[in-house]
């Protein structure tokens, strides 16, 4: 079965609440025949749609395929958080990297933050940005550490834009009784997730990127020659950024990077919506199934809980959504949900991007582990400058270990279901 048909429509954009307060691009044509270019670029997403802009502004000729609609995968679907660091902390970055590496590698986070908000002012983005993140600890046994990573970034990377949060504070930003204390870190924060993908794509069409929907990938060599169902496009360099919804089209990328799927659900607007969060920031919990969640501009309460590793969606978005949304705020139970839908990521065992040199003319960047909106915009970025000779800050990226699941593509999903069933078990003690 395949992800991209599988729960979606072709050429149609899920009925979510972001496909519905967006203004949609014309389609873009479907690629056929002979094509060439210097750099074809696999996959309309962030990590795409910004390798392809980054290339062009550089003077490359650039085609961009995508097998459903630009921003139709994680990119126009996800939470909307813009945070800094990556998906682990610099703790256990320092222990698999080692301390200069982490250190270089929590700098270009920093600087992927820039790039996403560089790129909203330059290209003018009505995408709502709002400041902060709001980390917040599920048990009262995790604030120290909490607390303690705070002061660790202020006084070890000189990051003042963090700072602890006590309960009560918490009690005051975040209307609900879930939460004893977390930090706040004013150096991230969120935005309309698709409206950023398709500001992505109006700016990549205008530097001259061709850019092709409807056109799946069926083989990508290693000479940089790629077939869809309709073309060959015959090019010097390939750069793959297709995440969670790769498929079968590579093997290598595919044993390290894995789907699984996320649900989110829009509330009717709120008549309090201060109430539940004070200060319009986003909030994620220290949940290792993760909830995560902030406010619409229409004031809406943006809730993402609960996580499958099979193909198909449950039948009942909504009330798999309703479940942790209800146990986070109990007086919502009864709300209106106005929208409810999926979407699928990519995952990597460690939690950090899968970068990788396929071949001397092939690149893949993916496996953000549900933090890419920032990533995975760097991410192309640093693709096209991998392109272009300048490598460098992309090897930060793919020296670092990258495991292969256990069982491989074929039982690394039951596996991993085992594994996140102990997990959400373990939430709940």
Not at 69 to 76: E, M, P, T
């Amino acid at each position: 079965m395949d992800l991209l048909t599988a729960n979606d429509r072709q050429g149609a954009y899920p009925a979510s609440y972001y496909a519905a307060t967006a203004t949609p691009l014309d389609p873009f044509p479907t690629a056929k025949g002979a094509i060439a270019c210097d750099v074809c670029v696999v996959g309309g997403g962030y990590s795409g749609l910004s390798a392809a802009l980054h290339l062009a502004q550089a003077g490359m000729d650039v085609v961009l395929l995508d097998a459903q609609r630009v921003g139709f995968g994680a990119s126009g679907r996800n939470g909307g958080q813009v945070g800094t660091g990556q998906r682990i902390g610099q703790d256990d970055l320092e222990k698999i990297a080692g301390l200069e590496h982490a250190r270089a590698l929590w700098g270009l986070s920093l600087e992927s933050v820039h790039l996403v908000r560089d790129l909203i002012a330059k290209h003018d983005m009505a995408c709502g940005w709002s400041d902060g993140i709001i980390e917040a600890d599920h048990r009262a046994k995790f604030v120290p550490h909490s607390h303690a990573y705070a002061d660790k970034l202020r006084t070890e990377y000189d990051y003042d834009l963090i700072r602890p949060i006590d309960r009560e504070e918490m009690r005051s930003l975040v209307g609900s009784p879930a939460y004893h204390g977390g930090t706040l870190d004013m150096g991230g924060g969120h935005l309309h997730p698709l409206r950023y993908a398709l500001g992505l794509a109006r700016a990549a069409q205008d530097a001259g990127v061709r850019i092709f929907e409807n056109s799946k990938v069926i083989e990508v060599k290693n000479n940089a020659n790629v077939t869809t169902q309709a073309s060959e496009i015959n090019a010097q360099y390939v750069v793959m950024g297709c995440n969670g919804y790769l498929g079968a089209l590579n093997d290598t990328v595919a044993t390290r990077v894995m789907p699984i799927n996320n649900f989110i659900a829009a509330t009717a607007p709120l008549d309090d919506p201060r109430a539940i969060i004070r200060g319009n920031h986003a909030v994620a919990d220290s949940k290792f199934v993760i909830n995560y969640f902030r406010l619409s501009d229409d004031d809406r309460l943006l809730f993402g809980g609960g996580e499958s590793y099979g193909y198909r969606f449950p039948r009942d978005i909504a009330a798999t959504v309703r479940k942790p949304m209800s146990e986070i705020f109990p007086q919502l139970k009864e709300v209106q949900i106005d929208y409810a839908w999926g979407g699928t990521l990519g995952i990597t065992m460690n939690r950090l991007p899968h970068f990788a040199r396929l071949s001397d003319r092939v690149l893949s960047i993916s496996g953000y582990s549900g933090h890419g909106v920032a990533m995975a915009t760097l991410g192309g970025k640093l693709a096209a400058e991998a392109v272009q000779g300048q490598a460098e800050r992309f090897d930060l990226f793919s020296t670092l270990p990258s495991p292969r699941f256990p069982g491989g593509p074929r039982l690394r999903t039951p596996l991993l279901a085992l594994a996140m069933i102990w997990y959400s078990l373990r939430d709940r003690l």
